[in-house]
């Protein structure tokens, strides 16, 4: 069954720590692959996107995610975290054929001064 | 640009009441889908449109969910009965097309009592 998982339910880091929060999804085929943010009291929005190309991708607000096929992996990274970075961090993937985005169940971060 | 708009943005229901939630999508978005999100979970695909067509609605409980999408703009979203397990934020999403980035609504969060 198609499946996304993100191993970090909950991660607590200080300011100017690095950041990486795992995804690995179990689909067959050409997948494109997301990571979506939700801050506190605000709606889903979109950080990155993965289509084709160069696998190491760059989002808003200093993100970056790396494509790794072999591993169907496509974890999120962030080198020196803020205090606004405090928010649900979620992976989502679908397959490229027109379905919906199928999502992991989420991390919280927080993020303390 | 404006976003895709929801309402409304909270609703308190008593078990076995019917309660409806609506849906305007982002202007020239051919795609519209309903997500429900319980609490500590990532979102779940109900429904998807592709203009008024059901693309898919695998997941849509249809004894007591149903949804549309009339001219292929607005959308609309219900539940009768509802039930406790129904407590949960419901997202409209947007997109061009599928399998391109979705936009989401600040959603309507349901509470089942």
């Known amino acids: 069954a198609q499946s996304v998982s993100q191993h970090n339910h909950h991660v607590i880091l200080s300011e100017a720590a690095s950041l990486e929060l795992g995804c690995n999804y179990s689909?067959?085929?050409?997948?494109?692959l997301f990571w979506y943010v939700q801050y506190p009291g605000q709606h889903l929005q979109l950080l990155l996107k993965?289509?084709?190309?160069?696998?190491l991708v760059k989002g808003i607000k200093g993100f970056e995610a790396e494509f790794i096929k072999s591993k169907f992996s496509f974890n999120l990274r962030k080198p020196s975290v803020q205090w606004s970075d405090t928010a649900e961090y979620f992976c989502a993937v679908n397959a490229n054929s027109g379905y919906a985005l199928n999502f992991g169940k989420g991390t919280s971060l927080l993020v303390t001064p | 640009e404006a976003g895709v708009a929801q309402s409304p943005r909270y609703k308190i229901i008593e078990k076995r009441q019917s309660v409806a939630f609506w849906c305007n999508p982002i202007s020239g978005h051919a795609t519209l889908y309903w997500y429900q999100q319980i609490l500590g979970q990532g979102p779940k695909l109900l429904i998807q449109f592709q203009n008024n067509g059901v693309v898919d609605d695998s997941q849509l409980p249809k004894d007591r969910f149903s949804a549309e999408r009339l001219k292929g703009v607005d959308s609309t979203l219900k539940i009768q009965p509802a039930k406790l397990e129904d407590s949960a934020v419901y997202l409209c999403?947007?997109?061009?097309?599928?399998?391109?980035?979705?936009?989401f609504g600040q959603g309507t969060r349901l509470t089942v009592v």
């Open positions: 689909y067959g085929g050409t997948v494109n």
């Open positions: 993965y289509f084709s190309g160069d696998p």
């Open positions: 999403a947007s997109s061009l097309r599928g399998n391109t980035e979705a936009f």
